[in-house]
């Protein structure tokens, strides 16, 4: 083993020069490689030999090039081989921007990430958004706009949680700090009419008639991805992606972050609660009314036929509609 001295307890990401201390460490001949402590692979670190004791061969100062994370040095020195362990200095988040990360469903907003040791933008370096200690999204450094030393840009993911997540650098596996990742909770703007379906009502006396068998529209933000578990309570009952209504269409269908379309059911009513529910985390109740019942005729019609009516309890018929 080769013994080193690195001040201030570990190796600066942008690089540095070490003293290596140990025997029979060779001549000009000797070379190094940089192997990581990961993944075992050979490192693109470049390594060169400053001075050297060349009469005992028992000391080297090496310049070390840019890197991070947990790595081992291997000197060979005519073939054969000694190893010494090092570490880069840990990566560490002192700010981001915007400073709360609470971002969309759709994803595709800018985060930046300021501090120190984000490493070289190596494969060993990634931004990870752990939910309950479970990798949920990782952007790899080639896989954002700009990976430095102390500066990350990157867009935010598409996607959902119910709950916090941590997000965090990894850099050759020595971890950040962590700060705190949302999803901006759903929420229903409005309501709207959707399309007919296998509906019989007479829409000029309402489109939200009581037989139902039509889509209303919701419109908002923050409705999840299409792998998001959706669930819509109305009226007392409950709703999922799941379930269709009796003529097979489905009753909850997602079309977009800001769009579901719902198969209204048969029902009857003013101001019913309705509520969308992603994973877990539940909108604003928003209020749903069907639409009024209109009466279009009577008979007998008193306007028409006065006398047709009397005091012995005739039977009165009402035609119209939503009754």
Same mark, same amino acid.
């Given at each position: #083993? #080769?013994?080193?001295?690195?001040?201030?307890?570990?190796?600066?990401?942008?690089?540095?020069?070490?003293?290596?201390?140990?025997?029979? =460490?060779?001549?000009?001949?000797?070379?190094?490689?940089? =192997?990581?402590?990961?993944?075992?692979?050979? +490192?693109?670190?470049?390594?060169?030999?400053?001075?050297?004791?060349?009469?005992?061969? +028992?000391?080297?100062?090496?310049?070390?090039?840019?890197?991070?994370?947990?790595?081992?040095?291997?000197?060979?020195?005519?073939?054969?081989?000694?190893?010494?362990?090092?570490?880069?200095?840990? %990566?560490?988040?002192?700010?981001? *921007?915007?400073?709360?990360?609470?971002? %969309?469903?759709?994803?595709?907003?800018?985060?930046?990430?300021?501090?120190?040791?984000?490493?070289?933008?190596?494969?060993?370096?990634? @931004?990870?958004?752990?939910?309950?200690?479970?990798?949920?999204?990782?952007?790899?450094?080639?896989?954002?706009?700009?990976?430095?030393?102390?500066?990350?840009?990157? =867009?935010?993911?598409?996607?959902?949680?119910?709950?916090?997540?941590?997000?965090?650098?990894?850099?050759?596996?020595?971890?950040?700090?962590?700060?705190?990742?949302?999803?901006?909770? %759903?929420? &229903?703007?409005? &309501?709207?009419?959707?399309?007919?379906?296998?509906?019989?009502?007479?829409?000029?006396?309402?489109?939200?008639?009581?037989?139902?068998?039509?889509?209303?529209?919701?419109?908002?933000?923050?409705?999840?991805?299409?792998? $998001?578990? =959706?669930? &819509?309570?109305?009226?007392? +009952?409950?709703?999922?992606?799941?379930?269709?209504?009796?003529?097979?269409? $489905? *009753?909850? +269908?997602?079309?977009?972050?800001? !769009?579901?379309?719902?198969?209204?059911?048969?029902?009857?009513?003013?101001? &019913?609660?309705?509520? !969308?529910?992603?994973?877990?985390?539940?909108?604003?109740? @928003?209020?749903?009314?069907?639409?009024?019942? @209109?009466?279009?005729?009577?008979? %007998?019609?008193?306007? !028409?036929?006065?006398?047709?009516?009397?005091?012995?309890?005739?039977?009165?018929?009402?035609?119209?509609?939503?009754?």
């Amino acid at each position: #083993l #080769l013994g080193t001295s690195v001040s201030g307890g570990g190796i600066p990401t942008t690089g540095t020069s070490i003293i290596i201390r140990g025997s029979n =460490l060779g001549g000009g001949t000797s070379s190094f490689k940089v =192997l990581s402590k990961v993944t075992g692979k050979e +490192k693109d670190t470049k390594v060169e030999i400053v001075d050297q004791d060349t009469v005992n061969h +028992k000391w080297m100062e090496v310049a070390i090039g840019e890197g991070e994370g947990r790595i081992t040095l291997q000197l060979n020195s005519s073939g054969n081989l000694a190893y010494a362990d090092l570490n880069y200095t840990g %990566p560490i988040i002192n700010a981001s *921007m915007p400073g709360s990360l609470t971002m %969309p469903t759709g994803g595709g907003e800018t985060i930046e990430l300021v501090g120190s040791s984000f490493g070289s933008g190596s494969d060993d370096c990634e @931004v990870v958004l752990m939910y309950k200690g479970v990798k949920k999204y990782s952007y790899k450094a080639n896989n954002v706009s700009v990976y430095n030393h102390s500066y990350i840009r990157f =867009l935010s993911p598409e996607g959902e949680a119910d709950g916090p997540m941590d997000l965090k650098v990894v850099a050759g596996g020595l971890h950040s700090n962590v700060i705190q990742f949302n999803f901006s909770k %759903p929420y &229903i703007e409005r &309501i709207g009419y959707g399309s007919d379906r296998s509906s019989v009502c007479e829409k000029e006396y309402g489109k939200f008639c009581p037989d139902g068998g039509y889509a209303i529209k919701l419109e908002g933000e923050n409705f999840g991805s299409s792998k $998001a578990d =959706l669930t &819509i309570l109305f009226n007392g +009952k409950t709703y999922t992606t799941d379930d269709d209504s009796d003529d097979g269409y $489905a *009753m909850v +269908k997602r079309m977009s972050h800001t !769009l579901i379309y719902f198969h209204m059911p048969s029902g009857i009513g003013k101001n &019913i609660d309705l509520q !969308l529910v992603v994973g877990t985390v539940a909108t604003p109740v @928003v209020l749903y009314s069907y639409s009024a019942p @209109v009466v279009a005729a009577r008979s %007998p019609n008193a306007a !028409l036929s006065p006398t047709d009516f009397n005091a012995n309890g005739d039977v009165l018929t009402i035609y119209g509609y939503n009754f």
